[in-house]
C-alpha cells in the first residue's frame, strides 16, 4: 500500500511538472480575436488539415519524400463516422486532429498493427475512439493550443459515448501521455510502416479518467488544472471572455468527396478486406482504383 501511495504521488509530481513547465494551461488574450475551434465543414478543410499532417510528418522525418498529392490520409480519415477537427487563425488552418470511431466494417486505423489488443477491449463491450492525424504547425506549436484540440474532442467522445480513446504514438512520446493524460499500455512497441517509425499503443479509459485524475491530484494543485479545463465551460476553463468555437455537429463528407479524397490518394485504399472493398461502391459515386 506504501510503495503504491508513493508511486501515485511522484505521477502526481510529474504531471504538475509537465503542466508547469509545457504551460499547457496558459492561454493568451490576444489569441481570443483570432482563433477558431470547428469540425471541418468542407472538402477544402479536409485538404487543408490533410495538407498540414503532410507538411508536419515531412518537417519531422516521418515521411521520407512528399506524397504526390501533398498531403497523407487514409480510408479511416475519411469515412462518414470520422470527423477532423481544425484549429484556425482567422482562415488558416494551423492544427488538426482527426477523431476516428470504431465500427465493425472498418475498425480503426490501429487496427493493422494491434486488432488483437483492440478485440480484447471489444469483447468488454467497450466502444472505442482514435485520435489519428494529429498536428499543429511549427511556427504555431504552442502547448495550449493543443490543448484546445484535446478537449473539443474529449467533449464529442463523451456526446457519442466513447468509453476509451486509444493512440499509435512514437514511444519517446508515450511518457507524456501517460503522465498528463493518465493513459495506460496497450500494445508494445512495433513499427508503423505509413510512417516508417517505432509506434505503442495507449489507451485512456474517458469513463474512469476524470475521477482517477482529480484524485491522483488531490490538494497538490494549486492552480488551474487538466481536469477542470476539460470538465468546466470553455469560457471559465480557457479564461477568455469569449471563445471563438463552432462545435456544431460535424458534418460527414458526401460520397463525391469521398471520391475526389480517395482518388487523389489511392494509396489511402491499400489493404482493404474484401468486405471493405465492396463497401467502397456505397462510399463513392463512381468506381476507384483499389489496390
Same mark, same amino acid.
Given at each position: 500500500?506504501?510503495?503504491?501511495?508513493?508511486?501515485?504521488? @511522484? %505521477? /502526481?509530481? $510529474?504531471?504538475?511538472?509537465? &503542466?508547469?513547465?509545457?504551460?499547457? =494551461?496558459?492561454?493568451?488574450? !490576444?489569441?481570443?480575436?483570432?482563433?477558431?475551434?470547428?469540425?471541418?465543414?468542407?472538402?477544402?478543410?479536409?485538404?487543408?488539415?490533410?495538407?498540414?499532417?503532410?507538411?508536419?510528418?515531412?518537417?519531422?522525418?516521418?515521411?521520407?519524400?512528399?506524397?504526390?498529392?501533398?498531403?497523407?490520409?487514409?480510408?479511416?480519415?475519411?469515412?462518414?463516422?470520422?470527423?477532423?477537427?481544425?484549429?484556425?487563425?482567422?482562415?488558416?488552418?494551423?492544427?488538426?486532429?482527426?477523431?476516428?470511431?470504431?465500427?465493425?466494417?472498418?475498425?480503426?486505423?490501429?487496427?493493422?498493427?494491434?486488432?488483437?489488443?483492440?478485440?480484447?477491449?471489444?469483447?468488454?463491450?467497450?466502444?472505442?475512439?482514435?485520435?489519428? @492525424? %494529429? /498536428?499543429? $504547425?511549427?511556427?504555431?506549436? &504552442?502547448?495550449?493550443?493543443?490543448? =484546445?484540440?484535446?478537449?473539443? !474532442?474529449?467533449?464529442?467522445?463523451?456526446?457519442?459515448?466513447?468509453?476509451?480513446?486509444?493512440?499509435?504514438?512514437?514511444?519517446?512520446?508515450?511518457?507524456?501521455?501517460?503522465?498528463?493524460?493518465?493513459?495506460?499500455?496497450?500494445?508494445?512497441?512495433?513499427?508503423?510502416?505509413?510512417?516508417?517509425?517505432?509506434?505503442?499503443?495507449?489507451?485512456?479509459?474517458?469513463?474512469?479518467?476524470?475521477?482517477?485524475?482529480?484524485?491522483?491530484?488531490?490538494?497538490?494543485?494549486?492552480?488551474?488544472?487538466?481536469?477542470?479545463?476539460?470538465?468546466?465551460?470553455?469560457?471559465?476553463?480557457?479564461?477568455?471572455?469569449?471563445?471563438?468555437?463552432?462545435?456544431?455537429?460535424?458534418?460527414?463528407?458526401?460520397?463525391?468527396?469521398?471520391?475526389?479524397?480517395?482518388?487523389?490518394?489511392?494509396?489511402?485504399?491499400?489493404?482493404?478486406?474484401?468486405?471493405?472493398?465492396?463497401?467502397?461502391?456505397?462510399?463513392?459515386?463512381?468506381?476507384?482504383?483499389?489496390?
Amino acid at each position: 500500500m506504501e510503495g503504491g501511495r508513493m508511486a501515485e504521488t @511522484a %505521477l /502526481a509530481k $510529474r504531471h504538475l511538472a509537465y &503542466l508547469r513547465r509545457g504551460r499547457y =494551461l496558459v492561454f493568451d488574450r !490576444a489569441w481570443q480575436d483570432r482563433l477558431v475551434i470547428q469540425w471541418a465543414e468542407t472538402l477544402k478543410d479536409r485538404k487543408a488539415a490533410f495538407r498540414l499532417v503532410h507538411d508536419e510528418y515531412l518537417r519531422l522525418g516521418y515521411l521520407s519524400a512528399p506524397t504526390p498529392s501533398g498531403m497523407i490520409y487514409r480510408l479511416h480519415h475519411v469515412l462518414p463516422t470520422s470527423s477532423t477537427l481544425l484549429l484556425k487563425d482567422r482562415d488558416t488552418v494551423v492544427g488538426t486532429l482527426t477523431h476516428v470511431l470504431d465500427t465493425d466494417l472498418y475498425r480503426l486505423p490501429m487496427d493493422k498493427l494491434y486488432g488483437d489488443e483492440l478485440n480484447a477491449l471489444r469483447r468488454q463491450g467497450r466502444r472505442l475512439a482514435e485520435l489519428s @492525424a %494529429l /498536428a499543429v $504547425r511549427r511556427d504555431y506549436c &504552442l502547448q495550449s493550443l493543443f490543448m =484546445l484540440l484535446v478537449r473539443a !474532442a474529449y467533449e464529442y467522445a463523451l456526446e457519442r459515448r466513447v468509453t476509451d480513446f486509444c493512440i499509435m504514438v512514437n514511444p519517446r512520446h508515450a511518457s507524456f501521455y501517460r503522465t498528463f493524460f493518465l493513459f495506460e499500455d496497450l500494445g508494445p512497441e512495433r513499427l508503423y510502416p505509413l510512417v516508417n517509425a517505432p509506434a505503442v499503443a495507449l489507451r485512456a479509459d474517458l469513463l474512469t479518467f476524470p475521477e482517477r485524475l482529480q484524485n491522483l491530484l488531490g490538494t497538490l494543485a494549486k492552480q488551474q488544472s487538466v481536469h477542470t479545463f476539460l470538465t468546466h465551460p470553455w469560457e471559465e476553463a480557457i479564461g477568455w471572455a469569449k471563445v471563438y468555437r463552432r462545435l456544431t455537429t460535424p458534418r460527414p463528407l458526401s460520397r463525391r468527396e469521398i471520391h475526389t479524397l480517395l482518388s487523389l490518394e489511392p494509396a489511402a485504399l491499400d489493404d482493404l478486406s474484401s468486405s471493405q472493398q465492396h463497401n467502397i461502391s456505397y462510399l463513392c459515386p463512381t468506381p476507384v482504383r483499389v489496390h
